[in-house]
Every structure is written in C-alpha cells, then in structure tokens.
C-alpha cells in the first residue's frame, strides 16, 4: 500500500517548456487536489478533482491544468513554465472534503 | 472570497509551555477543520481534525477548539517538547474545498 506517490521528486525547467508531474494514489479515494506550497504562503489549491471526470479551479489555477485521468491518476500540466512557479508541489487524496487528506512526498520543482 | 487565516506566522516557545494557533475561516457552511504537522523536508501529516458540531477535541497533549459563531478555531499544544518543533497548518473545507492556512512555524527550545 503505498499511499499516495508523485513524480518526479525534482525537476528544472527552462522558462517556456511544459511538463507534466504525475500523482496517483492506491487508496480508492474520490477527492484529488494538487496544492503548491511557496515560503510563508502556506499550501494553496491549484485544482482539486472531487470524483473521477470532475476537475475544479482552486486559488491559483492560472498557469495549470489537470486531468483526472481515472480514480487513481490526477496529473498536473504547465504548458509554458515561468520563474514564478518555481515552487514545491504536492499531491493528495482523499475520501471526500470532510475527510483525512493523505499527501505525496512533493515534487521541487525550478524554472530557470 | 474562500480563506483561512492562520496566526502567529512564527512561535517560539521553552520547552514544557504550551503553544496556541489561532485560525479563522470565511465560510460559515464550512464542518471540517483539520491540523496538520510538516516536519523539515516531509510531506504534511493529519494530527487532529474537528467538525462543525463538536466545541472541542483533546488528543493526549494536543486539543482543537471550534467556535462556529465567530469562525475562529484553534490548535493547543501542552508541554512542548523539541519533537514538536515543525510547521503547523490549519484548513477547512470551503465551498467543498480543503483550503489551508499560511502556516506557523513552531520552535520549541530545550
């Protein structure tokens, strides 16, 4: 059971280039969410996915965009990465929104 | 808009004093308010979590209080010990979205 796990762990870019973090979880969860989380800005919601084939903007969507791929899988895109998301980015699941929410291990990423 | 804010951003205590988080909410619809630990270069773990029809939970030296008229919750950490120096956050679920507060990072010194 191996709980929620992303990848890559880290990862540089160039300004202008795309790529993809990749999230899954093994624990048959309903609610996804991807969440940055930058130095005295806490974690904020980029998108969060309540079910299978639903995706919902969270505070900072702008610059991203998701799939929810099946129940397992909850990707995230940046089309044209920027020196301002240059952050730590974390996946998490759970049942629902009333729900204990269990994270990955985080992915670092840095645009040059 | 949706939010939650968290207060102290920084907490330095002696160890054996308790610590107080202080959290507020923009939602009066919210009914979940879980805390969570970061520790240094780890993911964020769940240690307490309250609903909107419960006052107050205690969880050995750890107690969560919820006042549902001011929308103000907080966390309440008795002796301190070093093991609990780590980041702290507050959330809530707010328009069936789990937000977080900013965070307070929480140093207790030996």
């Known amino acids: 059971n191996a709980g929620v796990t992303q990848t890559p762990k880290f990862q540089v870019l160039k300004t202008g280039q795309s790529m993809t973090l990749q999230c899954a979880q093994d624990?048959?969860?309903?609610?996804m969410y991807w969440y940055r989380q930058d130095p005295g800005m806490g974690l904020r919601l980029i998108y969060y996915s309540a079910s299978e084939g639903t995706t919902d903007k969270g505070e900072v969507p702008n610059g991203y965009n998701v799939s929810r791929l099946n129940k397992r899988e909850f990707s995230l895109r940046l089309e044209s990465a920027a020196p301002s998301q240059t952050s730590v980015y974390f996946c998490?699941?759970?049942?629902?929104?009333?729900?204990?929410?269990?994270f990955g291990q985080g992915t670092r990423l840095t645009v040059v | 808009g949706e939010n939650v804010e968290q207060h102290p951003s920084t907490l330095s205590v002696q160890e054996g004093d308790s610590a107080v988080i202080k959290c507020t909410y923009s939602?009066?619809?919210?009914?979940?308010f879980p805390w969570y630990k970061q520790e240094l270069g780890k993911r964020p773990q769940l240690i307490i979590d309250?609903?909107?029809?419960?006052g107050e939970k205690k969880d050995q030296r750890i107690a969560v209080t919820l006042n549902k008229t001011t929308k103000h919750f907080s966390l309440h950490i008795t002796e301190t010990q070093p093991e609990d120096s780590a980041v702290y956050f507050c959330?809530?679920?707010?328009?069936?979205?789990?937000?977080f507060g900013q965070g307070t990072e929480l140093s207790v010194k030996p």
């Open positions: 959330a809530a679920n707010l328009g069936g979205k789990l937000i």
């Open positions: 998490a699941s759970s049942e629902g929104p009333t729900t204990e929410a269990f």
């Open positions: 939602d009066s619809a919210s009914n979940y």
């Open positions: 624990m048959n969860h309903n609610s």
């Open positions: 309250i609903r909107s029809n419960v």
